[in-house]
């Protein structure tokens, strides 16, 4: 079974702190994804990566950056949070033409 | 530029009523589309997608390149069926690693 973990479920975060969100695949994959969920918006693409130092930006890449010093493990960061970035972060693994599989998820509120 | 369209935010029918998920398209190329389903408190998950022309849950999506449509039909809804539904296109073999999602629509089964 295909594991895609996330380091937290839920997080409060101030105006203007960093913030890194950590997601961690067991299988091996090569391209990893970053998105975010909003009512309405449906599902945004951030940025995604498809091998280790390599990362290309979504369609909602500013005020975001990423990094994939390892395979298994993508993390997003928020250099300077604010209240417009509180949403539902999910990242995924996989391909695009076959399969992502999805995290749990990091609902994610800046104050 | 590459859009996915899901006109319905909410639709909601009775058990046992036929239920379809409209989703339409635009892109120049030749397209794969997906099905992806998050139930709740579950993460998203793939429910189906057009290469593989499979019935999944009872669920069917035919590709209909003329009207560029691929509607999610089940003849007969079940309450398990409720949840968040999203349409999703990628390039096709040798094209960008993006999934491009629609808004989504919540689909609820009435006992």
């Known amino acids: 079974d295909v594991k895609v973990t996330q380091s937290s479920r839920y997080l409060v975060k101030r105006t203007g702190e960093k913030v890194f969100l950590e997601c961690v695949q067991d299988?091996?994959?090569?391209?990893m994804f970053w998105y975010r969920q909003d009512p309405g918006l449906g599902l945004r693409l951030i940025y995604f990566?498809?091998?280790?130092?390599?990362?290309e930006k979504g369609d909602i890449p500013e005020g975001y950056s990423v990094s994939r010093e390892k395979k298994e493990r993508f993390s997003l960061i928020l250099e300077s949070a604010s209240t417009n970035q509180t949403s539902m972060y999910l990242c995924?693994?996989?391909?695009?033409?076959?399969?992502?599989?999805f995290g749990p998820g990091t609902r994610l509120t800046v104050t | 530029a590459q859009r996915v369209t899901q006109p319905e935010k909410l639709l909601s029918v009775f058990k046992g009523a036929p239920v379809e998920l409209k989703c339409n398209y635009s892109?120049?190329?030749?397209?794969?589309l997906f099905w992806y389903v998050q139930y709740s408190r579950q993460r998203l998950q793939l429910l189906l997608r057009?290469?593989s022309r499979e019935s999944i849950k009872g669920f069917t999506a035919d590709l209909n390149k003329g009207e560029t449509s691929f509607h999610l039909k089940k003849p007969f809804a079940q309450e398990e069926d409720s949840a968040m539904y999203y349409c999703?296109?990628?390039?096709?073999?040798?094209?960008?690693?993006?999934?491009?999602f629609g808004k989504g629509t919540k689909l609820t089964v009435n006992p």
């Open positions: 995924a693994s996989g391909t695009v033409r076959y399969e992502q599989y």
């Open positions: 299988m091996d994959h090569e391209n």
């Open positions: 990566s498809y091998d280790v130092k390599m990362k």
């Open positions: 892109y120049s190329g030749s397209p794969e």
């Open positions: 057009h290469i």
């Open positions: 999703a296109l990628s390039p096709g073999p040798g094209g960008s690693e993006k999934l491009v």
